[in-house]
T-cell receptor, first 112, second 112 residues
Framework: DTAVSQTPKYLVTQMGNDKSIKCEQNLGHDTMYWYKQDSKKFLKIMFSYNNKELIINETVPNRFSPKSPDKAHLNLHINSLELGDSAVYFC???????????FGPGTRLTVT | GNSVTQMEGPVTLSEEAFLTINCTYTATGYPSLFWYVQYPGEGLQLLLKATKADDKGSNKGFEATYRKETTSFHLEKGSVQVSDSAVYFCALPNQAGTALIFGKGTTLSVSS
């Protein structure tokens, strides 16, 4: 069974479009995260959710909005996509009091 | 706030060579320290961790010792294999304890 899954794995779209990436974890974890990895492999936290509540929101444009329908899901919605949004987006989860994070396989977003 | 610095790559080695990837940190207190590995086309996986000073984390032949005197957590392996080719990330929690801060990653390439 996949612990943290993301869909889609690849996403190619045009500038100005709105898209979503879905994430699900079956580990029973309380905290979920979205990270952005750029072309140089630099990994940066975007959002962190604990029990469906936003607990961290780094300097991310408000075109990005996380949605957590329940503890096991954290989706990422992106409006008005820009070229600079092209990257690999990773979802992760952890127990509330543990920093041992489990990552999904990533979604490679390409904006043309 | 907390931060982590790891050596720039890429690191290119022959099979069975000794590996060291340096990682130093700045932190308030003594947070847990982590090494994650990212194999090509995959998400990050926890490789090893240490939760307090002088702890040694180990897994798959890799080791790292939490040294508070030198604020370091260097990754070592005595004999690398081609299958170890990946990107390695050093990480620690942010000051608020709400997310992990990752180093810039070190790409390791091992040739036979």
């Amino acid at each position: 069974d996949t612990a943290v899954s993301q869909t889609p794995k690849y996403l190619v779209t045009q500038m100005g479009n709105d898209k979503s990436i879905k994430c699900e974890q079956n580990l029973g974890h309380d905290t979920m995260y979205w990270y952005k990895q750029d072309s140089k492999k630099f990994l940066k936290i975007m959002f962190s959710y604990n029990n469906k509540e936003l607990i961290i929101n780094e300097t991310v444009p408000n075109r990005f909005s996380p949605k957590s329908p329940d503890k096991a899901h954290l989706n990422l919605h992106i409006n008005s996509l820009e070229l600079g949004d092209s990257a690999v987006y990773f979802c992760a989860s952890s127990q509330e009091t543990s920093y041992e994070q489990y990552f999904g396989p990533g979604t490679r977003l390409t904006v043309t | 706030g907390n931060s982590v610095t790891q050596m720039e790559g890429p690191v290119t080695l022959s099979e069975e060579a000794f590996l060291t990837i340096n990682c130093t940190y700045t932190a308030t207190g003594y947070p847990s320290l982590f090494w994650y590995v990212q194999y090509p086309g995959e998400g990050l996986q926890l490789l090893l961790k240490a939760t307090k000073a002088d702890d040694k984390g180990s897994n798959k032949g890799f080791e790292a010792t939490y040294r508070k005197e030198t604020t370091s957590f260097h990754l070592e392996k005595g004999s690398v294999q081609v299958s170890d080719s990946a990107v390695y990330f050093c990480a620690l929690p942010n000051q608020a304890g709400t997310a992990l801060i990752f180093g810039k990653g070190t790409t390791l390439s091992v040739s036979s």
